[in-house]
Structures are given as C-alpha cells and as structure tokens.
C-alpha cells in the first residue's frame, strides 16, 4: 500500500512505469455533467420519450392560451397594418417607444442562446450541452417575435420590401450610410445563422428519433430532415469542424447584433442615447436577459419532464452566476453612464439624467435598477441559487427589469430634449399591450411545439460529455494497462 | 437466406463501447483496408487519429464564403450608392469603408455560415436517404448506444471470411453481412 501523498506533490512513475496520479479529495471534485450514471440508451429514451409519448395535460393548459394570445397577434396587426401606426400611443415626442422597447427585449433575449451555443463551445464549457438546445429555439423564436416590430412600426408594411437591397420603384436603393439599414443586415444575419447553427446541431438527434420511429409518417419526416445520417466517422469529423466553425462564426456574430442595434442609439445625437459605451453595455445586458429567459423556461421544463439527470443543479448554479456577473456588468454601465454625464459638463446631458433618475419617469428607473443591479446580487449565495423558487422569481424579475431599461433608454429619453416646448408624457395604448401579450403568443406557441415535435435535449452532445463516452475511462471501456496511441 | 442475386454491401460489425471502438479502428486501419468507416452515436475521442483521417476541408468552405460575403457587401453598397443612385445625405461621403463595414461583416459571417454547413453537407455527400446500412436493424442501435465498423465488399481486401476473422479478433460479438 502506497503512501497517501499529497495532490501538490509531483507523481512520479512506480513501478512498471505506470505514473499514479492520487485521487483529488471528494470535496474537490466537480459534480458530474450527467446524474446518475445514466446510460446512452437512457438519455436517448428518456429525451425521445418527450416527443414519442402524448402531450401531457400541461402541454396543453399551456399551448391553448398561447396559440389564443399569437391569434390576437394577428389581429392586433391586422388592425395596425390597416388604420395606421396612430393605433399606438408613438406620439410627438415619443416616436420610438414600446415598439422599439419590445424589439430591443426580444432580441436580446435572443442572445443567450447563441452565447451559449458558440461562445461557452469555444470556451470548452461542457456544460453548455444540457441546455444549448432548448436556448438556441428560444433565440430563433425571440429573434422571430423582435423582427415583428421594425415591419410594423415602419407605418407602411407594404413597403417593407424597400428595406431589401433592391431598387425601389422610383429606382434608388437602400441607403448604407444609416445604422437602420445595418441593423436590417445584422438582425436577418443573426436569424438566418441561428436558424443554420440549430439545424446542424439537430441533424444527429432527428437521427435518433428518426431510428425510433414507430409511425410512417414519423419515420418519413425525421428521416427527411435528418438527411440520412448514420453517425459515419468520416462524416463527423467534417460536422465537428463546422461546428467549430460555425461557433466561431456564432461569436463575432452575437456581438455584433447588439453593438448594431444599440448602434441605432448611439449614432444619434440625442442625450441619453449619444454615448460610446452603448455597444458592450447593450451585449452584456443581451446576455443577461438571455440567461434569465433560459432560467424561466428550464426551471419548470426539467421537473414536468423530469430532466433533473440531465439538467442537474450545477447547470442552474453556473447559469445563475453567468446572470450575477453580467448583471453586475450591467450596473457598472449604469454607473458608468451617470458618470459620464457629471464629467463631460454637457449641461443636456445632465439634465437628461437627473431626468432619469428623478423625473416623472423615476418609477421605471427604479424598477430597472432594482431588478437589474440589485435582486441578482442575490445570487452571491449559494443557498439562493440552489432554491429552484428563488431562481424562478429571480429570473422572471431580470426580464422585467430588462424591459424597463429599454423603456428607460427609448422613452425616457426621447421624452424630454432640447427644447421645453417639446416635451411630452408617453402612454401606452391597449393596442401597443395586446400586440406584445400578443408576441408572447408566438413565442410559446412556437416553443411548446418544438419541445413536442423536436429532441429538447441535444442528446448525441450529452452522450458525447458522459464519462462512458471516454474510451480511456473505466466506464467507457477502458481497461488498465491499455494504451491507444 | 440472401437471395443469390443480391450483391453484399459489406460486414457489420458490432461493439458496445468507446474503448472498443476505438481499439478495433486501430486494428482495421492496420489491416491496410481503406473502404471502411466506424459508426457512432457521437463522435469519439480519438477515433480520427486511429482511422488515419487527416484534417477536415470545411474550414476552406467557410473561408471561400466569408471572403465573397465581404467582397459582396462592400461592391454591393459601392455600386448603390455611388455608382448607380448617388444621393447626398447630410454632406457625408458617397462611399465610405467605415459605414460600408457593419453590412459586409454581417454579410461574411452569414456566407461563412452557409460554407460551413453545405461544405460539411457535400464533403460529407449528404442528403442521401438511401443507404444500404439504414435498411438493417440492428444499426438502428447507432444513434442509440452501439457503435458498429463497416468494411465494404468493394474493397480489394475484402474477403467475407477473413474480414469476418479480424473483426471477431478485434472484439465484435455480433457480425453480419449487409446487402446492397
């Protein structure tokens, strides 16, 4: 029997030249990625399950208000398309207000998923694969919900198309020089490349389900879009390289969505919305929207489908502390910003923040800086972050607080400027409410069908992080003594 | 019984783990074979190394995409803007890189995007929905929990009895021979 040596100590090879490398001590080492020992066949019935068995009664308690909510979407935008854009409260001098607010939110909340599918791939955070799924749907879908708004709120809906880089009917094109046109190219690439980066993570797992089937019809669609994929080698050594790739395109992508929208900010000159800090302050609090949105869906998604081996609590803890640092990212900016002001001596610009902070629309102020800066704190505790209730609330307050910072940002700031003349009071009306109880419609609509309809879980990646998908671990096979050079 | 008529595709060859896999890739790369492929529910660790593969050429796709997405983006709105309709807009240049930027960056990461996946798509020659091994049963368990190695009837090495040897050398419990 060795002598217990320390993990400091150098290991030095014994005898046989087998190097013993000693075990670090339990409280070290990390919680497993999946619990329980799962099996592959487990995870594979356990994530098919979801979509092979009949909706559950949630399902549909869930899916009919939303399908009901994305009607009145339809009709709200009907009504819009139809009279006008005066149906809104967007007034003199509030010309961009909960639409922009609302595009801004959706979008950002876009960004989590595309953070965690490209940049924590980058980052080697294994981690990621649990969740990447469900929050890359949830980008596309927040993605879909944002694009709505600039089609409406443009006041002419038919004319859209001018936005497009074709000639309009008076022959003149698009014009380059404005940030709107940069962020039409932005906005289009981030859907179109989110859309690509799904697909291709999909291939496998419709394999999966595809290799399941029961039904023609089943077997005929999953086979169709898995484009008969057999898990050849050979073929996953290209599909591994263009992940690679397509995460390292992903990466510059996502932080250049939000630079561009916050952009359509900055590059003006009004008070409130003319500072450089805009582009990495509106990608840090993208992400933190982003992770808040990935808490409140998987909370109640892994214990009503019993994901809890899969979505373990340390995903819900580093999801959590991603949310701690980029909130306080957020709140450094915040500071930052009231800084900047004071500093600069621009007497607009102080006034604009006093404005802010104490003007008649300090209630929003309030709100964002509580929900934003001051609840997550919360989550330097790990009592807290281990408290499924405590995360949920927590999680839903940040998507409120994200809100109010847009509102903040675009209302507040458009409603009083230069001159006092000028100034105004913004409300909202009932159409501008039910177009976005109307866009939460068609994001639950379209999530509840992807987890009916779609693996949820990316189930070849999960199989892929399992200690028995190591051919040099015990569990994978791996006998003592044997060594594949 | 196979009817005499129809061609084998190839031998079939099962194994349950990692480890496994990756020790018979290495003995069937040594047997000097070279129409084979390893069939896994995720990819190994390793497994490109022990069947010999060299780097994947994806990277030269999305590469090619990325520069005509740049190429595109700056032609396109220099052609716009100040070739075709010049319109004075608040005395700022007709053309300019810096506005030009955002556009054709968006634009290259988006042909970058659509190199990498059909580049995987053809380097790959995917879609094919027809393939001799999606017609057997047993290799449905591949995107379950089963790892299987092919060795096609084509290559000059093939022979039914001796393949069939190496392979239950290398550790398979179950082989077949798969028609075409």
Known sequence: MAVQTSVLEVARPGPGGVVNVPEPPPELERAPLVANNRSFGWLSNRVASLSEDAAPVWWWILFIPSVLALAMLFLMMSYQISTGVGVWGNMHPVMWA????????????????????????????????????????????????????????????????????LPNSNSIWPQFRSPLMWDVFAVSTYFTVSVLFWYMGLIPDLAVLRDRAKSRVRQFLYGLFALGWTGSNRHW?????????????????????HSIVSLDFSVSQLPGWHTTIFPPYFVAGAVFSGFGMVLTLLIPLRSMFKLQDIITMRHIDVMCKVTLLTGSIVGYAYLMEFFIAWYSGNPNERFHFENRALGPYQWAWLFMVSCNVLIPQLFWFKRLR??????????ILVNVGMWFERFVIIVVSLHRDFIPSNWGYYRPTWVD????????????????????????????????????????????????????? | MPEPASKPYGILAEFTTAASILHAAGKVRQAGF???????????????????????????????????????????????????????????????PFSAFPPSYELTILFGAFGS?????????????????????????VTHDRFFIAIEADDPKYSETETR????????????????
């Open chain 1, 98 to 165: 909960w639409d922009i607010v609302n595009f801004v939110w959706w979008i950002g909340i876009g960004h989590a998923g595309t953070l965690i599918s490209a940049i924590l791939f980058l980052l080697r955070q294994r981690w990621r694969t649990a969740v990447n799924r469900a929050a890359e749907a949830m980008t596309i879908f927040a993605v879909m919900c944002a694009g709505i708004y600039p089609l409406l709120h443009v006041g002419r809906a038919w004319y859209d198309w001018w936005l497009l880089p």
């Open chain 1, 237 to 257: 050594s290209n599909y591994e390289k263009a992940y690679l790739i397509l995460a390292g395109l992903s990466t510059p992508l996502v932080l250049s969505v």
């Open chain 1, 386 to 395: 281990q408290n499924l209730v405590v995360v949920f609330i927590i999680s």
């Open chain 1, 433 to 485: 409410i039910c177009t976005y109880i109307g866009t939460f419609g068609l994001f639950f609509t379209m999530f509840l069908l992807f987890i009916r309809f779609l693996p949820l879980i990316a189930v070849s990646e999960v199989k892929g992080v399992t200690p028995q998908a190591d051919p040099h671990h015990p569990l994978g096979g791996a006998k003592e003594g044997v060594h594949h050079a």
């Open chain 2, 34 to 96: 070279r129409h084979w492929d390893v069939f896994t529910p995720f990819p190994v660790h390793g497994l490109d190394k022990a069947m010999g593969l060299g780097n994947s050429k994806v990277g030269w796709f999305a590469f090619l995409g990325g520069v005509a997405g740049y190429t595109t983006g700056m032609l396109m709105i220099w052609y716009m803007n100040t070739l075709d309709y010049p319109i004075v807009i608040g005395g700022k240049p007709m053309f300019s």
């Open chain 2, 117 to 141: 996946l059909f580049g995987m798509l053809f380097l790959n020659r995917l879609p094919r929905l027809h393939h001799p091994l999606l017609k057997n049963k047993r290799f449905s368990l």
């Open chain 2, 165 to 180: 040897k190496l392979l239950e050398e290398a550790g398979s419990r179950h082989i077949e021979v798969v028609e075409e």
